[in-house]
Structure formats: structure tokens, C-alpha cells
């Protein structure tokens, strides 16, 4: 008996009942939604206390110092003179992201472009993972490939431009270096975006009569223009912030010349120089400062990119676009539901509720009144008094 009972199948009892199952799925899925909503609170929590602590830190610059901080362009921390400017530092944290942007942008797109439209697959899955292994390359590696590679070449052509003899570093150099790092960042956004583009849109083009180069200007790029947008301000985003290639080759000193074959200094570049040397509690406060200043820039940056690309996609008065494909009159409005489809095999209307409609009139049939003067009727061949 007690064997039989050990072999014997699990009552059913042990399972919950339905109405148990249905318990346990609202108390899992009260959980899960619960930490989902925790994990997007915490991450505005981070985003607050992270600008929380930067003006805590540097309420003292910010009390003493006041708005020349950002007017000034004197940044000398001697204890005997203490004089802290910010004004060259932005510039040419500015002037490095915009000239990596304006190479870095073309290169990227037609990179993407190239890859998504024109390579052939075998070219396409070789070459796609290269050009997001270039994002993993160490910034310090950039740094010394610009030092030992792009340096003397730019010198080369300073020196032939009639320029000063600066070992190449500079603004240019760093803006150069940059561009190459932040490659991969349009170029692998701006891909995704153009593979997400229907393949309709390309046929409709080709049957139009179009060629392929005129398809990918006017239904490709434009389709996939908020992405690629999305793509060109994440790699600015990583162009302010660069720290180390942009040290080493920038040349670290606080000027402001228009001269893009000029030295210069970045906010992220001061930091990393001087932050061990602060040796009084005013000086690391503006140093905190700068960093606070280079958080809010980068945010405001990534502030009017959701912008921008909320007015491309149709949310302002930003302009149609060529293709037509963007609405600049507002939101879209949700298309109407289709009506709904009768089952397969079934009359759409039931044969209790059928009625039977008029026969349709025949062609042949004359429509207007018969007189006895056009002799037997057509129909019924009855003859009339008199013929015609």
C-alpha cells in the first residue's frame, strides 16, 4: 500500500485553481510594473542629485565668482591672484565639436548609406562590424595615433599655408582626431534608421521610373532623416565630453583665436590637467563648476534634439518636407479603422435578413413609355391600332 501510494500521480488539488492563477498573474504583473516605473524614477533621481551635488560642490565659485565665471577669459590660479575665467575653455570645447561634426556627419551618412544601400551583403556583413569596432578603440589610442600620425602632417601643410611652427597640435588636430572617434557613432544610428525604412519605399521609387540615386535623395534619406538627426547629436554628445585625445593634442592654452590652426583648451581638458593640483577650496570649486557647466551644455544638446527631431517628425510648424512623408500641420491622426471583414464563407448578410433586391433593367429594354403608333410591342409583340 505504501508503495502504490509513493507511485501513485500528484492530486490535482496541489495545482492552484483558476481563480488562484488568476490571483498570482495580477500580483505578478502589479510587481513588474512596479519595478519598471522604480527603475525610470531612478534614473531622473540620478540625473537631479547628479546636478544636485556639481552645485553644491561649486555654490562657493558660483557665490564668489559670480556670472564673469562665463564673461572672462583670465584663468589664472595662483593663490596671490586667483582669477578664474571660463570664457576660452568653452570656446574651444565649441570649436573642436563643430569641426568634428562637419567632417564627421558627411562621412557618416555615406557610410551608412553606402553600406545599406549600394554594398552588396558579403560587403555589408564584413564591413558593419568594423566600423562599430571603432568605438571601442580607447580614446588614449586616438591620442596617439593624431600625435605620431595627423600632427605632422597638419604641420606639414601649417607650414606650407605660410602658419607657425607648433608641432601640428591644435584645435584643428583635435577636431580632426575627434571626428574619426565619433564615426561610429552617426554611422551606426544613421545604419539602423535606413534598414528600418519600408521596402516599399524604394520599389514605389524604382517603379516611378527613378534611379537608384534619385530614390535613396528623395524617399530613403528623407524617410529616415529622424534617426539619423537622433544619430549626429549622440556623437556630439560624445564630441563635448572627450577628455584625453583632446588633451593631448589641443595644445592646453586658454586662448580664443579664430585661427583653426591655433592652440586652445577644452573644458574637459582643464579638468583633467589641473583637478590634482587644486590646492585650495575656491580653485576646486571652479573646477566643479566647469564640470557643471559642460553637464548642462550637453543637456540643453540633447534637449533640442528630442526638439528637433519632434518638429521633423511632425509635432510643429517645422516645414514639410520634400518627399511629403512628414506632416508639418500637427500630430498625425490615427487613419480610420477599416471595416470589419465577414468570416470566410459566409454571405455578408443572413438569410433571415436577406431581401431581395430589384432586377437590374436591361440594356435592350426601351425605358420610356410604348405609344401605339410604334407598332407591336417589343416584349410582347402585342400589335397596337396603328403602324408607323
Known sequence: MTTQAALAPPSRNLWPSRQGQRRLGKWVNGLFRLLCQ???????????????????????AIRTIGISFLTSMTWDPEPS??????????????????????????????????????????LRRVCSPLVEMLAAVPSVVYGFWGLFVVAPALQRLITGLGGPNQGGVGILSAGFVLSIMIVPYVASISFDALRAVPRSQREAGLALGATRWQTIRSLVLPYAWPGILGGCFIALGRALGETMAVTMLIGNRPDISLSPFAMGNSVASVIANEFTEATYDLYLSALVELGLVLMLVSMAINSLARLLIWRVN????????SSGIFSASGPRRRPPRPPRRSPRNQHPHPASSRRMLPEPRSPNRISRPHHPSYGPHPTTGTPFGRTG
Request: with cysteine; aromatic share 8%.
Open 38 to 60: 522604480g527603475a525610470a524614477l531612478l534614473v531622473v533621481v540620478l540625473a537631479v542629485l547628479l546636478t544636485a551635488v556639481l552645485a553644491w560642490k561649486s555654490w562657493l
Open 81 to 122: 591672484h586667483r582669477r578664474f575665467g571660463a570664457l576660452a575653455f568653452i570656446y574651444g570645447t565649441v570649436a573642436t565639436s563643430v569641426i568634428a561634426m562637419v567632417i564627421a556627419v558627411p562621412l557618416g551618412v555615406g557610410t551608412a548609406t553606402c553600406l545599406s544601400e549600394v554594398a552588396p551583403g558579403w
Open 314 to 321: 511632425g509635432g510643429g510648424r517645422a516645414g514639410r518636407s
